[in-house]
């Protein structure tokens, strides 16, 4: 899945979660959950395609036996910091990631390619594309799966936008303090 349809795959699942509990969801948690929908790449595609640390680009950071001890540790810090609602939005960002990258090959009846949901216990899946992001970005085509994610992307959007856009005005005031941190000191 590609990183927008991760990001979708995520706000929908949250959106909805804090939609049943009869919330909306906060500027924080989102920035925080959009995070979490990314993360798993962001450790992965690095250390696996371009340092080699690990074995390919779904081992450490897909897999649930880390997603538990990251679920600790999110826990633990959000307990500190009293940011439960953002600790929760990152480790659910997280695993509609991990989940989601499991879709295609649940669909296509390609079990053995789920693996990396238990790596080191089992083996990663051998990629069908090479190790890098170019040959995974000149691979991209508007096929059926890409234009499934690009509806999502869309009706998340919506959603989002319906939810009063958050995490946008955490953004702004956010960048606002920097700009004036920058203008009072230079």
């Not at 990314?38 to 371009?50: C, E, N, S, Y």
């Amino acid at each position: 899945m590609w990183p927008w349809g991760h990001a979708a795959v995520g706000y929908l699942w949250y959106s909805s979660a804090r939609r049943w509990q009869g919330r909306t969801p906060a500027g924080p948690p989102v920035l925080a959950l959009a995070v979490g929908t990314q993360f798993p790449d962001l450790v992965d595609k690095p250390l696996g395609w371009t340092l080699g640390v690990l074995p390919g680009g779904r081992s450490l950071a897909h897999s649930l036996v880390t997603l538990a001890l990251v679920a600790a540790v999110a826990g633990y810090l959000g307990y500190r910091s009293r940011g439960r609602d953002a600790s929760l939005a990152f480790v659910s960002g997280t695993l509609s990631h991990v989940l989601a990258d499991g879709l295609y090959p649940v669909l296509e009846g390609r079990y053995v390619d789920l693996s990396y949901l238990l790596w080191p216990i089992l083996p990663v899946p051998e990629a069908d594309v090479g190790k890098s992001f170019l040959a995974h970005v000149a691979q991209l085509t508007l096929d059926s799966y890409v234009t499934f994610e690009l509806a999502l992307l869309v009706f998340a959007t919506v959603l989002w936008w319906a939810d009063g856009r958050p995490g946008l005005g955490t953004l702004w005031a956010t960048g606002s303090r920097w700009v004036d941190r920058l203008v009072s000191h230079g």
